[in-house]
């Protein structure tokens, strides 16, 4: 390994100083496709960035973005649809660590990600690149990676920032969110990561919010990102978001990748002598891209190796964790000295498995891993049948048949036998750059589920898919149900770990499975059209949205078992009352409860917990995770986990005083497996001052009666019309039905002669302030 050609002592500041002012607009995009732009005359490196984020794909040769072209091998570790479903932070961090490790000793400065976007519908075509459909379990993963990555002196790109949840149109389209759903949803894990994590750059996203590019938004850009979070990273645009240069530039974009081969650096320039654009702007930008390139210098200079085999064994134990077991009545795990008689292993995909997505994270592996070989490799000559055609293993033996064919010959292999079944979806089902049309498996794959089933004794289900699919039509068909996401180099021996009981299911969904696409409120307003997509369900994504609307689901947001069981115990709650003086970090609420290992093997429990406002003013979701922890138990044992809220984290954003507000009253407390196996549960009351709008004269009765002083003020003026509103009220149906109305009306409408419209100024005048 050389070291490049690096400058550990640059000096930024006077380097700056010194740039011309076409220098520096050169500097504020790429060189090329991956590479920042050199200044050999001041002796400015340029530093590559490359993609990212399941493994690093460092183009030797042509370039492009699309993952078109090869690679140098580097480790494929299972895509952050596995990473999110492991629920462990731990486990994110070392791999992390793996990812910066490659990441340096291939001389990359920035590995491109994570990717962080919330799965707002199961159908978007980039949801294996992401880890959930909830903000906080998504952040709370998210930040170890980045803290990894970074360990190892190269820098992360935290993307898409903000609010690419589609890839229909992704370029183009304007996502129309409110104000509260942004901050809620949308935004939370982006804040959570660059306030814990400082990844060294965030990536604006393609498309526009409320009709603005990502790539030029101020408020997104500079008020959120920089001024209420304090980022003093780089923004680096998604290659080729850039719209217009210049205004990217002062929206606080700081470099556009890839080269716009100079256009827009001329632009910059004009805009400068101008006098449309202050050269201090520039001046900003210049300074934190030579920042980022200072900082990669340490560890360009010294470049490390790695060890490719050790890699695959992490790759293979993550794939283990990020499993999830949806189903299991006993049959796995299989026995391992009866397996190779008794099972048969039917689909291409144990074969030649599907195992990252498609597109710009595409990774070269350094070695592949599949089912059927790591069985062989353990001397279980186990028969297989491929079962359908898979285009990706064109040219494997019996690719050639039909599928009919095929399906005939696993059904008669299935007789009797326990068929271990690997379904999922073919690579072109889902991909970076479109979205699918429906979330089920391919119709090859559920005929040939269906037939085995019927004449096999038992039948596994083993799923490789980057999204959730749909169950329902065929999950009583299955004894058991593996869910293995795209589950890198080393998923298929993983798989067979799991099968065998080398290793335990230990994931969680980090997605819901619901029993139709149509159940989820987002649909109704997906993929949008004429470039623009309406968020119009707001908060209510995922178990969200389906909660709120009692739809069924196959398998619940959090849901995962493994071979043991668990019992949740001992719930106790402690709460403090919020005052004026109460910081957003204080703690108020700390619940924990105890986890026992009912069943006899060892095991990982995931107890989860979740926060509900039943009585609250704004909409809310029945229950929203705001806790989780991975405990290891052996059989009997048992682990008391706590969980804590801070003022903040029982917050909802108040959109009419654009802040986190905290409600007093009801909040209900949950613990246990699943969002929809919560044993135990606490309702307590939450004190905190009431924040009540100043009382005006378009505030309604109602609104001046919850205030304990000026409501009775303004019954006594109201003379014997206000009788109607006290707890002897003559017509209480009345009165509930005027309440609603402004207290304005009351003089204007003739309602009573006892209050004009002076006494009404009169009583704003001493009470309005609320
Ligand atoms: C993708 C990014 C990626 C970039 C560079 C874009 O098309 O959206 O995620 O990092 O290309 O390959």
Request: aromatic share 4%.
């Given at each position: 390994m050389t070291a490049l050609n690096t400058r550990p002592d640059l000096d930024v500041r006077a380097l700056v100083a010194e740039l011309t002012l076409e220098e520096k607009a050169a500097l504020c995009s790429g060189a090329d496709f991956w590479n920042t732009e050199a200044v050999e005359r001041l002796g400015i490196p340029s530093v590559m960035v490359t993609d990212g984020p399941h493994g690093l794909r460092k183009q030797a040769g042509t370039a492009d973005h699309l993952g078109l072209n090869d690679s140098v091998p580097a480790t494929c570790f299972p895509s952050a649809a596995g990473l999110g479903s492991t629920w462990d932070p731990e486990l994110l961090r070392r791999v992390g660590e793996a990812l910066g490790t490659e990441t340096r000793a291939n001389d990359v400065a920035v590995l491109l990600g994570p990717g962080i976007n919330m799965k707002r519908s199961p159908l978007c075509g980039r949801n294996f690149e992401y880890f959930s459909e909830d903000p906080y379990l998504t952040g709370e993963l998210a930040a170890p990676l980045v803290d990894g990555i970074q360990s190892q002196g190269v820098g992360t790109s935290l993307k898409h920032f903000a609010a690419n949840n589609q890839e229909t149109d992704r370029m183009r389209v304007s996502a129309e969110i409110d104000e509260r759903t942004l901050r809620e949803i949308y935004l939370p894990a982006f804040e959570k990561v660059v306030t814990r994590s400082q990844p060294w750059s965030v990536m604006c996203a393609y498309n526009k919010i409320n009709g603005t590019y990502a790539s030029q938004h101020p408020w997104l850009l500079t008020e959120v990102l920089r001024e209420e979070w304090g980022f003093d990273g780089l923004v680096v645009s998604d290659w080729g978001a850039v719209d217009d240069r210049v205004a990217g530039l002062a929206a606080g974009l700081d470099l556009e990748m890839p080269s716009s081969d100079g256009v827009n650096d001329a632009r910059i320039v004009e805009a400068v002598r101008a006098g449309t654009l202050d050269e201090a702007v520039l001046d900003r930008a210049v300074t934190r891209i030579l920042t980022l390139v200072a900082k990669a210098q340490p560890a360009l200079a010294e470049p490390v190796s790695f060890d490719p085999e050790a890699h695959h064994a992490l790759a293979r134990e993550v794939a283990t964790r990020t499993a999830v077991l949806l189903k299991n009545d006993g049959v796995l795990p299989l026995d391992p000295s009866a397996v190779a008689d008794t099972a048969v292993v039917i689909g291409e995909m144990a074969r030649t498995p599907r195992y990252q997505g498609a597109g710009?994270?595409?990774?070269?592996?350094?070695?592949?891993?599949?089912?059927?070989?790591?069985?062989?490799?353990?001397?279980?000559?186990?028969?297989?049948a491929p079962g359908y055609i898979l285009a990706e293993a064109a040219g494997a033996p019996g690719q050639d048949r039909t599928d009919d064919e095929l399906r005939r010959e696993a059904v008669q292999l299935a007789a009797g036998k326990t068929a271990v079944l690997f379904l999922g979806l073919p690579a072109v089902d889902e991909s970076e750059g479109y979205?699918?049309?429906?979330?089920?498996?391919?119709?090859?794959?559920?005929?040939?589920?269906?037939?085995?089933?019927?004449?096999?004794?038992?039948?596994?289900?083993?799923?490789?898919?980057?999204s959730a699919v749909t169950v329902a039509e065929w999950d009583d068909r299955a004894d058991a149900i593996l869910e293995l996401w795209l589950g890198g180099q080393a998923g298929g021996s993983a798989a067979v770990d799991l099968l065998l009981g080398d290793a335990a299911p230990s994931g969680r969904l980090a997605e819901s499975v619901p029993e139709r696409l149509a159940h989820v409120p987002a649909q109704l307003n997906f993929p949008g059209e004429n470039g623009i997509v309406r968020y119009g369900e707001g908060i209510f994504i995922g178990y969200r949205g389906l909660d709120a609307a009692a739809a069924p689901v196959s398998y619940p947001f959090?849901?995962?078992?493994?071979?043991?069981?668990?019992?949740?115990?001992?719930?106790?709650?402690?709460?403090?009352?919020?005052?004026?003086?109460?910081?957003?970090?204080?703690?108020?609420?700390?619940?924990?409860?105890?986890?026992?290992?009912?069943?006899g093997r060892d095991g990982v429990a995931v107890p989860q917990f979740y926060i509900g406002r039943p009585a609250s003013a704004v909409a809310r979701a029945p229950r929203e995770l705001r806790g989780f922890e991975r405990v290891e138990l052996a059989p009997?044992?048992?682990?008391?986990?706590?969980?804590?809220?801070?003022?903040?984290?029982?917050?909802?954003?108040?959109?009419?005083t654009h802040g986190w507000l905290v409600e007093p009253g009801a909040l209900v407390l949950s613990v246990g497996a699943s969002s929809r196996d919560l044993p135990l549960t606490a309702t307590v009351t939450l004190e905190a001052p009431a924040q009540r709008p100043?009382?005006?004269?378009?505030?309604?009765i109602g609104e001046w009666i919850e205030d304990p002083e000026a409501g009775p003020a303004l019954v006594a003026a109201m003379g014997e019309f206000g009788a109607f509103f006290g707890p002897d009220s003559p017509d209480p149906a009345m009165a509930a039905f005027l309440t609603s109305m402004p207290v304005v009306k009351v003089p204007l409408m003739g309602m009573s002669d006892a209050i004009t419209l002076e006494d009404l100024d009169r009583l704003v005048a001493r009470y309005g302030k609320a």
């Open positions: 710009s994270s595409q990774v070269k592996p350094t070695r592949l891993d599949s089912a059927l070989e790591a069985l062989r490799e353990r001397g279980l000559d186990v028969p297989f979205d699918r049309t429906h979330m089920d498996l391919p119709a090859s794959h559920r005929p040939l589920l269906r037939e085995v089933s019927e004449v096999a004794a038992r039948t596994v289900v083993l799923l490789s898919n980057g959090g849901h995962g078992l493994t071979y043991t069981a668990f019992e949740y115990t001992d719930l106790t709650v402690e709460v403090a009352a919020i005052t004026a003086a109460t910081q957003a970090d204080d703690v108020i609420v700390t619940v924990s409860a105890t986890v026992t290992n009912t069943g009997g044992e048992s682990r008391q986990v706590r969980f804590t809220l801070s003022r903040r984290e029982l917050s909802h954003w108040d959109t009419a100043p009382l005006t004269k378009n505030s309604t």
